[in-house]
């Protein structure tokens, strides 16, 4: 089984699929109407995977609600120079045995983990 949908939360879902097109980088894989007042709006990694989609609707889960969701970059150096030229407000870039990574807040409050991952230690010896 494999995780299809992400749902985060926000305000406004146009600003945010703004913000998740433009500044992360996730492509558009649906945009449609539901109903007078929501939309369907579905975005992926260019390269393909799980997809988040950008929920008005659940009131279970506020806008900023969601916390330490992580997307897997190359390079999160290269990643923590871009955004900061943007001027989006980011963590250091941190190590872990589990690889490099940056953090930063989506315009609503949700909190996003830039990881560039490493290989657990018994796929590098082999």
Not at 60 to 66: A, K, N, Q, R, S
Not at 91 to 99: A, F, H, M, R
């Amino acid at each position: 089984m494999a995780v299809a949908v992400v749902s985060i939360p926000v305000r406004d879902q146009v600003a945010g699929r703004t913000f998740y097109t433009e500044v992360i980088g996730l492509a558009v894989l649906r945009d449609e109407a539901m109903g007078p007042d929501m939309r369907w709006i579905q975005l992926q990694p260019k390269d393909g995977g799980a997809t988040i989609a950008l929920v008005t609707w659940f009131q279970g889960m506020p806008p900023g609600g969601v916390q330490g969701l992580m997307l897997g970059v190359d390079n999160a150096d290269a990643e923590y120079a871009r955004l900061s030229a943007l001027g989006i407000t980011v963590s250091p870039v941190d190590e872990q045995p589990w690889g490099r990574f940056t953090m930063l807040n989506d315009p609503d409050g949700n909190g996003l983990i830039l990881a560039q991952l490493t290989a657990p230690e018994e796929f590098r010896t082999r």
